[in-house]
């Protein structure tokens, strides 16, 4: 498959394990983050989001926490398995753009 | 619901070439951004369009342009190719009457090689 990046920081995991990406974003006045997962060969796909107003959002064995104090974005993936491998992108919106993240590959082995 | 879909899917061009992508948005999307993803500079923004207008432009030079019509599917051209520009270009739409702050969904991207 292609590569969508090289050099990224990565994260090994067993499966069932839980998994913590982090992200540390730039802009304090930033209102509206989300994750994205891409796949080897895919565009990114969304996974959750979450806005300015709230430090914690959760959906289905994803919950993103944001803090705004120390401008950290995290995502922890519960019971994760191989097909959570790919790599992980946080996104910010800045000045009415979004601005991605260099990204987090994550491995899971079996 | 048919997701974004971009074409061609790969492209090879040599220097000094234009080159046109295309981007078909989720049926009722009204806002088309494009996005330049290579394995330094990650995924950067290049420009949003909604309602045949662009809306928003990211720091890229005048060499890439775009289009939206009033289907919402939207073009990108870039001319005068350079060996940098070999990367992955992603479509996103999303419904936004506001700016790209609502969900952005991405197509598969065009892959294309500058030799």
């Known amino acids: 498959g292609e590569s969508v990046g090289l050099h990224l920081p990565t994260l090994s995991v067993q499966e069932g394990d839980n998994s913590i990406i982090n992200c540390a974003y730039s802009?304090?006045?930033?209102?509206?983050f989300i994750w994205y997962k891409q796949e080897s060969g895919k565009g990114p796909q969304f996974i959750i989001d979450?806005?300015?107003?709230?430090d914690k959002r959760q959906g289905q064995r994803v919950t993103v926490l944001l803090n705004k104090t120390v401008k950290h974005l995290s995502l922890q993936i519960a019971a994760t398995q191989p097909g959570d491998s790919a790599v992980y992108f946080c996104?910010?919106?800045?000045?009415?753009?979004?601005?991605f993240g260099k990204g987090t590959m994550l491995l899971v082995s079996p | 619901k048919a997701g974004v879909t971009q074409t061609p899917r790969y492209l090879i061009k040599t220097r000094g070439q234009q080159v046109t992508l295309s981007c078909s948005p989720i049926?009722?999307?009204?806002?088309v951004s494009w996005y330049q993803q290579t394995p330094g500079q990650g995924l950067q923004f290049l420009f949003e369009?909604?309602?045949?207008?662009?809306?928003n432009k990211g720091n890229f030079p005048g060499r890439f342009s775009g289009r939206q019509f009033s289907n919402s599917r939207s073009e990108m051209n870039v001319s005068t190719l350079e060996l940098g520009d070999s990367a992955l270009y992603l479509c996103?739409?999303?419904?936004?009457?506001?700016?790209?702050?609502?969900?952005?969904?991405f197509g598969p991207g065009t892959r294309l090689t500058v030799l």
């Open positions: 996103a739409s999303s419904f936004s009457t506001s700016g790209p702050t609502d969900t952005q969904y």
């Open positions: 802009n304090s006045a930033s209102d509206y």
């Open positions: 979450i806005r300015s107003n709230m």
């Open positions: 996104a910010e919106t800045l000045y009415s753009t979004l601005t």
């Open positions: 049926s009722g999307h009204r806002s």
């Open positions: 369009y909604f309602s045949e207008t662009q809306r």
